[in-house]
């Protein structure tokens, strides 16, 4: 099946960089946000990352016209009427999700794959939220979207071979390498990588060293771009916490289980670079 069209819900910071790729590859994309005052940042926030790209030389002013041309923003679901694909970056909430899947299922041409970018949702309850399972899976993208090169390809026991082949393909057109996984908790990457960042959160609460020697000590010793706090001031604590504790009630095992210092920072509302506090300060966010 083509591709063409694509809806994608949600343009915070995982939705606008799904947004980006997806029109820069030559889709045409529609997002969809919750009010007209998020449909405007969303579309002010990719011009300024297109024009940011165009004043580094990296991307053609042509190009840049041309891909601001092929995106439009709308708050309403009903719009997505002739997509071809539909890919939900909403806030991770599952109840919502199965929601907005059951409506997209009766808004959608029947051919459509609606897909889900959630890090850590139960894809086959989305699955059967609609009349479609065979054409629902996830599509988890990494942050930064524009720079990360991964796609986690995500099958339910009821997806289809036929879906799982043109998301494949979709997602290579946008320039990601895609690998496979089954809908288990936190699929590939974030099966390894929560754990680990929530025992950095430990090793720190417990004083064995201080943030910006356990991030060198991660970034220098073992050749990673970015130290565990960096990287969960990128992620975002409340994000990062939310898939600990859907890890948690999965698996029932400790290493999962959200760190007291992490629980406090995002009641704190210190939620990383987003929030301009996290492990780290941010001036000017
Ligand atoms: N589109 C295209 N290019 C962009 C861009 C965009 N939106 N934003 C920035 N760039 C370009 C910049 O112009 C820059 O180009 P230049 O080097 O020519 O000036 C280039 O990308 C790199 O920018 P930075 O200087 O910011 O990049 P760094 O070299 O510091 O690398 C990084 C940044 C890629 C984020 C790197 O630090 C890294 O890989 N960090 C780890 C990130 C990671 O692990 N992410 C996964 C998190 S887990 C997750 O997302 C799962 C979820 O479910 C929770």
Same mark, same amino acid.
């Given at each position: /099946? ?20 997806? *029109? ?5 994309? =529609?997002?969809?946000? %919750? ?5 405007? +940042?969303?579309?002010? +926030?990719?011009?300024?990352? =297109? ?6 030389? &990296? @991307? ?19 719009? =997505? &009427? ?7 970056? /909403? #806030? ?11 409506? @997209? ?6 051919? *459509? ?18 009349? +479609? ?14 720079? /990360? ?5 995500? +099958? #339910?026991?009821?997806? $289809?071979?036929?879906?799982?082949? #043109? ?13 496979? %996984?089954? $809908?288990?908790? %936190?699929?590939?990457?974030?099966? !390894? ?14 004083? =064995? %060293?201080? !943030? ?20 969960? $001031? ?5 994000? #990062? ?20 210092? !992490?629980?406090? /920072?995002?009641? *704190? ?17």
């Amino acid at each position: /099946m083509a591709i063409k069209n694509v809806g994608v819900i949600g343009c915070g910071l995982m939705g606008s960089g799904i947004v980006q790729v997806a *029109a820069q590859a030559g889709f045409d994309v =529609l997002f969809v946000e %919750a009010d007209d005052a998020l449909v405007t +940042r969303g579309l002010e +926030r990719l011009r300024q990352t =297109l024009e940011g790209l165009v004043a580094k030389g &990296k @991307l053609e002013a042509k190009a840049k016209d041309e891909t601001l041309g092929r995106i439009a923003g709308t708050t309403r679901l009903e719009e =997505l &009427k002739a997509s071809d694909l539909v890919v939900e970056a /909403m #806030t991770e909430n599952q109840v919502l999700k199965n929601e907005t899947f059951a409506k @997209l299922d009766r808004i959608c041409p029947p051919h *459509a794959i609606l897909a889900s970018n959630t890090s850590s949702c139960n894809v086959t309850a989305m699955a059967a939220a609609t009349r +479609r399972p065979g054409q629902v899976l996830g599509v988890h993208f990494f942050n930064p979207v524009p720079l /990360m090169k991964l796609v986690e390809v995500v +099958r #339910t026991i009821l997806t $289809d071979e036929a879906a799982v082949k #043109t998301v494949t393909e979709w997602a290579r057109a946008v320039g990601k390498t895609p690998v496979q %996984a089954k $809908d288990s908790t %936190a699929f590939i990457v974030n099966r !390894l990588l929560v754990p680990y960042l929530l025992d950095a959160i430990r090793v720190y609460e417990g004083g =064995l %060293a201080t !943030l910006e020697d356990i991030d060198a000590a991660m970034k220098l010793g073992c050749g990673h771009p970015m130290g565990p706090f960096t990287l969960l $001031d990128l992620v975002g604590l409340d994000t #990062t916490m939310y898939v600990a504790e859907v890890m948690f009630e999965e698996f029932r095992e400790p290493r999962y289980a959200p760190p007291p210092l !992490l629980k406090r /920072m995002v009641l *704190a509302g210190h939620l990383g670079r987003k929030t301009g506090r996290g492990f780290y300060r941010y001036e000017g966010t």
